[in-house]
Nanobody, 121 residues
Framework: QAQLVESGGGLVQPGGSLRLSCQAS????????MAWYRQAPGKERELVAG???????NYSESAKGRFTISRDNAKKTVYLQMNSLKPEDTAVYYC???????????????WGQGTQVTVSS
């Protein structure tokens, strides 16, 4: 079993920045892909950015040029640096990790508890 703990959300003015973090702990052999999703009220959850174990990244069109995803494999942590935030970025942000567990070495999909990001003046 593994657990993901997110931090870094909050209230920010338009044009501001936030950095989200998500750290995994527990019985972990390795972590493959990591990603950030978000869900705004009344909308479906959507992919914001993803990063492979080797560091290859992909972004939604709305995130390109403003958000940066990164990871620290030693710390079992994924980050999302969000700049030039807009009111439409307001949502609950969730991290996701594909974790290979110990001792089964089974690959499982884990989600964080979500952190609220509100962009408002």
């Amino acid at each position: 079993q593994a657990q993901l703990v997110e931090s870094g959300g909050g209230l920010v003015q338009p044009g501001g920045s936030l950095r989200l973090s998500c750290q995994a702990s527990g019985s972990i052999a390795t972590i493959n892909d990591m990603a950030w999703y978000r869900q705004a009220p009344g909308k479906e959850r959507e992919l914001v950015a993803g990063i492979s174990r080797s560091g290859n990244t992909n972004y939604s069109e709305s995130a390109k040029g403003r958000f940066t995803i990164s990871r620290d494999n030693a710390k079992k942590t994924v980050y999302l640096q969000m700049n030039s935030l807009k009111p439409e970025d307001t949502a609950v942000y969730y991290c996701e990790m594909m974790i290979m567990e110990i001792p089964s070495f089974r690959l499982r999909d884990y989600w964080g508890q979500g952190t609220q990001v509100t962009v408002s003046s």
